[in-house]
């Protein structure tokens, strides 16, 4: 079992910069592939980003390519979304995902790869 929880959503307004954590515990951190989605309401969950084991491979939504960075801290167990030049568009809960013995790849981006989930932070963005 893997336990999540993120912090540090909140109201920016657009343009302004956001950086969410999620902290895990219950397995070794550093086996566990992270990735970060979002669910605004009415809409599917999507992919926003993802990071394998080491850190050394990341990948992200078009959306956000070149706005968002993620990033992980295996020594403290976390991992972080740093969130720039936020648009109305980003507005979303933003939830933490992980899942152990995940093949690092295009399956990173499906929300039915991961079996571990936080319990979500709101993010929101006026114009």
């Known amino acids: 079992q893997v336990q999540l929880v993120e912090s540090g959503g909140g109201l920016v307004q657009a343009g302004g910069s956001l950086r969410l954590s999620c902290a895990a515990s219950?397995?070794?951190?550093?086996?566990?592939?992270m990735g970060w989605f979002r669910q605004a309401p009415g809409k599917e969950r999507e992919f926003v980003a993802s990071?394998?084991?080491?850190?050394?491979?990341?990948d992200y939504a078009d959306s956000v390519k070149g706005r968002f960075t993620i990033s992980r801290d295996n020594a403290k167990s976390t991992v972080s979304l740093q969130m720039n030049s936020l648009q109305p568009e980003d507005t979303a809960v933003y939830y933490c995902?992980?899942?152990?013995?995940?093949?690092?790849?295009?399956?990173?981006?499906?929300?039915?790869?991961?079996?571990?989930w936080g319990q979500g932070t709101q993010v929101t963005v006026s114009s």
């Open positions: 990071i394998n084991w080491t850190g050394g491979r990341t």
């Open positions: 995902a992980a899942e152990a013995d995940l093949a690092y790849g295009p399956i990173t981006a499906r929300p039915q790869s991961y079996d571990y």
């Open positions: 219950g397995r070794a951190f550093g086996s566990l592939v």
